[in-house]
C-alpha cells in the first residue's frame, strides 16, 4: 500500500505546477483525498481536499490559485498549482483517508522563487 507523490520542483512566481499522488495496492475511489504542505518553521497546513463524491476545499491562501482533482480511472489524485507565491514554498504531502484508516505520500518539495 502506498502513495506515490511527484511533480514538485522549482518555479519561479507566477508560474505553475502540477503535483499527482498515485495510489498503488488500493483504490483511491472510496476515500477522501488531499494536500498538506509544511514549510521551513510553519505548521502542517492543509492546502486542499477532495471527497469521494467529488466536493472541494481549499485553504484561503491557494483559493482561486489551486485546484484539486482526482481520477479514479487512473488512480490519482492530482494539485494544479497556478499563479505561485514565494509563500507557497514547501514540502506537500498527499493523504487519503477512509473512516479509520489513513494513508500518506512521501512528500515533494516545491520551491517557488521571486
Known amino acids: 500500500v502506498q502513495l506515490q507523490a511527484s511533480g514538485g520542483g522549482l518555479a519561479q512566481a507566477g508560474g505553475s505546477l502540477r503535483l499527482s499522488c498515485a495510489a498503488s495496492?488500493?483504490?483511491?475511489?472510496?476515500?477522501?483525498m488531499g494536500w498538506y504542505r509544511q514549510a521551513p518553521g510553519k505548521q502542517r497546513e492543509l492546502v486542499a481536499r477532495?471527497?469521494?463524491?467529488?466536493?472541494?476545499n481549499y485553504a484561503d491562501s491557494v483559493k482561486g490559485r489551486f485546484t484539486i482533482s482526482r481520477d479514479n480511472a487512473k488512480n490519482t489524485v492530482y494539485l494544479q498549482m497556478n499563479n505561485l507565491e514565494p509563500e507557497d514554498t514547501a514540502v506537500y504531502f498527499c493523504?487519503?483517508?477512509?473512516?479509520?484508516?489513513?494513508?500518506w505520500g512521501q512528500g515533494t518539495q516545491v520551491t517557488v522563487s521571486s
Open positions: 493523504y487519503a483517508i477512509e473512516r479509520y484508516v489513513a494513508y
Open positions: 495496492g488500493f483504490t483511491l475511489d472510496s476515500y477522501a
Open positions: 477532495i471527497t469521494r463524491g467529488g466536493s472541494t
